[in-house]
């Protein structure tokens, strides 16, 4: 147990100590400043008020948010697992132990980033949003009352197919853990890809499976279901005019679950002719 935690320890103190962390608080600090602050000013010009909880789905809602959230953490975790598995290792732990402290890290450090994302919205609950769990004013009569307005700005406003079909509490819970899930794979695939000594080709793997899985958010068809990014939407899962079901949002859990114990199966089976001694983050 304490050698599992030594693990978990030394990823997230390693981690914590790289620059690249900015990008995160970069991101956010772009967040605020092209959807947050326009957000507030026109609420403040029309009057209407916005649910503590809706920042939160807008930002795990939007199409390039889904695509850069994933790549940001990529970047971060590329050179992950930090705790090489050496000789000297070897003689305190072995590789299955290894193995499974890694995949605890990467469902901690996964889970840490979507907190900072929602961390960072809750600044703004001393500005006057609305509480309570329904949708605000602004989503609903936005577009309605403030034609004019509404068409230079969609990109504030979810969905009718959201909006209809799941509460802010909904909405956030479903965004908040199909993100975690889809960055708990990044990881899993960066260990496989250090566990068969090909490191450079897990960051490839992971860049490519979230572009080509954004590239699936702007179109439409069953094929899309096959990229884990078109599940993270939760307007995807119906139809917006008929409130339709088109995938029932389980199928994406236990999708997403398949792909997790998958990663963990493969890694397991490879573990025991994994390189000691090597360092395979160039490989």
């Not at 072995?94 to 990467?106: A, D, I």
């Not at 708990?184 to 890809?193: D, E, P």
């Not at 999708?255 to 090597?278: P, R």
Request: proline share 2%; net charge neutral; charged share 15%.
């Amino acid at each position: 147990m304490f050698r599992l935690l030594y693990i978990i320890e030394n990823e997230i103190s390693t981690i914590s100590r790289q620059t690249k962390n900015l990008l995160i608080l970069f991101f956010i600090v772009v967040i605020y400043e092209e959807m947050f602050f326009p957000l507030l000013e026109l609420a403040d010009e029309t009057g209407l008020n916005i649910g503590i909880l809706e920042l939160f789905a807008l930002i795990l809602n939007n199409k390039l948010n889904l695509i850069a959230i994933p790549l940001i953490f990529v970047c971060i975790m590329s050179g992950f697992p930090f705790c090489r598995l050496d000789y000297f290792g070897m003689i305190r732990m072995n590789k299955k132990r290894w193995l499974f402290g890694e995949v605890l890290s990467v469902f901690l450090l996964s889970f840490v980033i979507v907190i900072i994302l929602f961390a960072g919205t809750c600044l703004f609950l001393g500005r006057g949003l609305k509480s309570g769990t329904g949708w605000g004013d602004f989503m609903y009569y936005f577009p309605l009352q403030f034609r004019e307005l509404y068409e230079n700005n969609k990109s504030f406003i979810l969905g009718a197919e959201v909006l209809t079909q799941g509460s802010p509490i909904d909405v956030c819970i479903y965004s908040a853990l199909m993100m975690w899930l889809y960055l708990v794979i990044m990881g899993l695939i960066l260990v496989l890809s250090t566990i068969i000594g090909k490191k450079i080709v897990g960051i490839v793997a992971d860049i490519v499976i979230t572009l080509s899985g954004g590239a699936m958010l702007f179109t439409t068809g069953s094929a899309c279901w096959l990229f884990p990014l078109y599940h993270m939407m939760y307007g995807n899962h119906y139809n917006m005019f008929l409130a339709k079901v088109k995938m029932p949002k389980g199928y994406s859990y236990v999708f997403f679950g398949i792909i997790i114990v998958m990663l963990m199966v493969i890694s397991l089976l490879k573990i025991n002719k994994m390189e000691i001694g090597e360092d395979n983050s160039t490989s």
